[in-house]
């Protein structure tokens, strides 16, 4: 009966492992074909690399370290340890031995908690093996500003991470003393029977170090971003007050740490691990905190900008250099030039096209005008520049892009194999009016006419903003293009993108991941029809270039040859300059 039990749970346990593994298998697979079919198959590979070393490697530590400070606990006989009857006709049980059973499964929650957290670190520990010296050194430390770039936020990390290791161990392994009677409190006297005031101590020993390296690597290289003074970076109180500060800080932990071995050896660590303790936190309320606010209040405030004035110059230099300002040629206006015909034509090109129109009122003005069907809807209003019949002429462009959410009918046939794409776009000028008080449209309608030499070749459109659903193309269902007055036109994609759907194995893991059945069983979709997913365009680029930040308005232009791209504006950017 017991080993039937076992088998089924045994049952149950794999089924429940497969159900949350296999989809998140199935989501890399077809995350692996994406990736290679827009070519940048290296970052998936980096990506998952480093994100599967740092979960396995953030994961093991943390369960190994709790399992075996745990272990060490347990290890010897309890001494008078705390007892819990259940009934009067049974013996009593040692709760700690009870509670014992239970450290494996909270070892193994608290280490996914780590890997998780320690995967999720994966951007900072790139930047650090790609880090690249900037060539300018902070005026405080006179360190490459690299360091606080692409070093600072690893060490910072890892720091953190080993102090709450050792944190949650302590708690464990003082909680593990307790019930086993090997640790005592009040109202009796505080105190730990050996080997358990050893194996304290090391851990105690452990955090305080730990605690003055965070402060020496992270706290005062971090006051180059205090908000103390009026703008952002290290201030009068940072430089005089919380630089020696924490200095005094981070020795007091080690004085803390040394006390602690001493109070080990002397078979007196409750009596040096309090006073350490209540050294460490006077210092740290008294110096680092009481004293820094003094200085702030009484001695810089009153003449804040004689004392903040060092600071503000090399606040200006850096955010010069910084923003390439120092670059920046210099020259003196006076303002009463007078302005002359040959001056207005000189600049012609920019005075023929100021812009009149705003950009809100001209998108609800392009929706009433030119969305045509309620499945259509424009976006946002770009600025973009075209010669157009031998001018120079700026204009403003919105793309008709396809929402799925407004289909007068949403089934799995018109969602994702005929409804695949937007139509065209609307161009106008910015500062013509009709005389009804309507823009003037340079391209227009479905499917797209032109009124100048912008030609529009390739109309459709399968990557927006708005285009967040998968599609197949490439079926034997045909695409609606546009409507028509005699009827609906048709297309096929005549694109290259997208992921050849090929074998049913594939297609049953694209059913898996999109959660639809009749991927599987349509028999529209064939081996060489297309899946076109990830299609919003700014999550795109996100995917395939992790490490730039993006503009928050992808833009789309129309190429010489009238096909349409969009274009997303891409920055390496930080918050640490």
């Not at 050792?166 to 105190?191: D, E, H």
């Not at 833009?555 to 640490?576: C, K």
């Amino acid at each position: 009966m017991a080993s039937r039990r076992i088998k089924a749970l045994a049952v149950a346990a794999i089924f429940f492992l497969a159900l949350m593994i296999f989809p998140a298998v199935v989501g890399l697979a077809t995350d692996w074909m994406w990736f290679g079919e827009v070519g940048y198959r290296r970052v998936f590979v980096t990506r998952l690399l480093v994100r599967s070393i740092l979960f396995l490697a953030s994961g093991a530590l943390a369960y190994l370290w709790i399992t075996g400070n745990a272990r060490i606990a347990r290890r010897g006989k309890s001494q008078s340890p705390i007892l819990w009857r259940m009934g009067p006709d049974l013996p009593p049980v040692d709760i700690a031995d009870s509670l014992g059973r239970l450290i494996r499964p909270a070892a193994v929650f608290l280490a996914l908690l780590f890997a998780i957290g320690g995967s999720a670190g994966w951007m900072n520990v790139l930047r650090f093996l790609n880090a690249t010296p900037f060539g300018v050194t902070d005026p405080v430390f006179g360190r490459d500003l690299s360091a606080y770039v692409f070093t600072l936020p690893l060490i910072g990390g890892l720091l953190g991470v080993l102090r709450t290791l050792v944190t949650i161990s302590l708690i464990i392994v003082l909680a593990i003393y307790l019930l086993r009677g090997k640790l005592s409190l009040p109202p009796q006297r505080v105190s730990l029977m050996p080997p358990a005031d050893r194996h304290v101590a090391i851990l105690l020993v452990l955090f305080l170090v730990l605690t003055a390296l965070q402060v020496w690597l992270v706290r005062l290289p971090g006051l180059l971003f205090s908000t103390t003074g009026p703008l952002v970076g290290a201030s009068y109180t940072d430089l005089h007050a919380r630089y020696p500060a924490l200095h005094i800080i981070a020795i007091t932990a080690i004085v803390g740490a040394l006390a602690v071995i001493y109070g080990m050896l002397r078979r007196r660590i409750a009596w040096f691990t309090a006073l350490a303790a209540a050294a460490y936190i006077a210092v740290s309320i008294v110096v680092g905190g009481i004293y820094p606010w003094v200085v702030q209040r009484f001695f810089v405030a009153p003449t804040e900008l004689t004392r903040e004035s060092p600071q503000l110059r090399s606040h200006i230099t850096a955010t010069r250099r910084a923003w390439g300002l120092d670059r920046v040629e210099v020259r003196d206006l006076s303002g009463n030039a007078n302005l002359t015909l040959a001056d207005v034509r000189a600049n012609a090109s920019t005075i023929q096209n100021v812009r009149l129109w705003e950009r809100d009122p001209l998108l609800q003005t392009f929706g009433q005008l030119q969305e045509i069907r309620t499945y259509y809807d424009f976006v946002s209003v770009d600025d973009d520049r075209y010669i157009i019949d031998g001018r120079y002429r700026q204009v403003m462009l919105s793309p008709r892009e396809l929402n799925s959410r407004l289909l007068p009918t949403r089934t799995f046939i018109n969602q994702h194999l005929t409804f695949t794409h937007g139509m065209g776009l609307t161009v106008g000028p910015v500062n013509e009016v009709t005389t009804e008080g309507l823009p003037v449209l340079f391209v227009k309608d479905l499917p797209p006419a032109s009124t100048g030499s912008l030609r529009v070749t390739r109309p459709q459109i399968y990557f927006g903003e708005l285009t967040n659903d998968h599609v197949f193309v490439g079926t034997r269902q045909p695409e609606f293009d546009y409507p028509s007055g005699s009827g609906d036109v048709t297309t096929r994609y005549s694109g290259s993108g997208g992921v050849r759907v090929g074998s049913v194995f594939k297609r049953a893991m694209f059913a898996m991941r999109f959660g639809a059945l009749n991927i599987l069983l349509s028999t529209d979709i064939r081996p060489e029809s297309r899946v076109l997913f990830n299609r919003e365009v700014a999550r795109r680029a996100e995917l395939a270039f992790p490490y730039v930040e993006f503009d928050g308005d992808p833009y789309m232009v129309i190429r010489d040859n009238g096909e349409l791209v969009w274009i997303l504006d891409a920055y390496t950017s930080t918050d640490r300059y």
